[in-house]
Antibody, heavy 122, light 107 residues
Framework: EVQLLESGGGLVQPGESLRLSCAASGFTFRSNAMTWVRQAPGKGLEWVSSISHSGGTTFYADSVRGRFAISRDNSKNTLYLQMNSLRAEDTAIYYC???????????????WGQGTLVTVSS | EIVMTQSPATLSVSPGERATLSCRASQSVSGNLAWYQQKPGQAPWLLIYGASTRASGIPARFSGSGSGTEFTLTISSLQSEDFAVYYCLQYKDWPLTFGGGTKVEIK
């Protein structure tokens, strides 16, 4: 059974940093692309960042590029999201998800974690 | 950026009736479209990918159609567990973009 378990969320002040983790199990993590998607309170879904199976290729939404960094440790089956210079508008539930991929093509998200809440407020 | 527009924002349907949800892309995404269901307090759940392929375990009452810029999710006979918010996602180009969602509520 595929399981994705996010952690690391919490309350931080504007300008501070936070690192999210997503522990994966039940599938061959090192073979799959992964992604982060967020959802502000009462709002829709927003794709944040994706990373290839090897970690060598990354993609970012304009809203987070230069502030957030996605990475992975395939030896630990763990995905990360380093979030710096946080703003109030980054407040959201952050979901990690497995992204179906084939070769160098990225597709849809098929398995999701339950999310971790990040609140940016003074 | 490809903008995804879903309509209507809210759909009121009686149990057992058909629901038809629309998703429009600002430019062609070919068949690179997925549909998700999200219930309150839960993560999204994949229903459809490739515009029309049901994900594993998804009941046959869910069907997807369309290509290019116009897509439809049809729920043939709404069950109580189908009342939720539905999102479309295009994965043709970066940045990947979701529609704003359609809430299917009990009439």
């Amino acid at each position: 059974e595929v399981q994705l378990l996010e952690s690391g969320g919490g309350l931080v002040q504007p300008g501070e940093s936070l690192r999210l983790s997503c522990a994966a199990s039940g599938f061959t993590f090192r073979s799959n692309a992964m992604t982060w998607v967020r959802q502000a309170p009462g709002k829709g879904l927003e794709w944040v960042s994706s990373i290839s199976h090897s970690g060598g290729t990354t993609f970012y939404a304009d809203s987070v590029r230069g502030r957030f960094a996605i990475s992975r440790d395939n030896s630990k089956n763990t995905l990360y999201l380093q979030m710096n210079s946080l703003r109030a508008e980054d407040t959201a539930i952050y979901y990690c998800a497995n992204q179906y991929s084939s070769g160098w093509s990225f597709y849809y998200f098929d398995y999701w974690g339950q999310g971790t809440l990040v609140t940016v407020s003074s | 950026e490809i903008v995804m527009t879903q309509s209507p924002a809210t759909l009121s349907v009686s149990p057992g009736e058909r629901a038809t949800l629309s998703c429009r892309a600002s430019q062609s995404v070919s068949g690179n479209l997925a549909w998700y269901q999200q219930k309150p307090g839960q993560a999204p759940w994949l229903l459809i990918y490739g515009a029309s392929t049901r994900a594993s375990g998804i009941p046959a009452r869910f069907s997807g159609s369309g290509s290019g810029t116009e897509f439809t999710l049809t729920i043939s006979s709404l069950q109580s567990e189908d009342f939720a918010v539905y999102y479309c996602l295009q994965y043709k180009d970066w940045p990947l973009t979701f529609g704003g969602g359609t809430k299917v509520e009990i009439k």
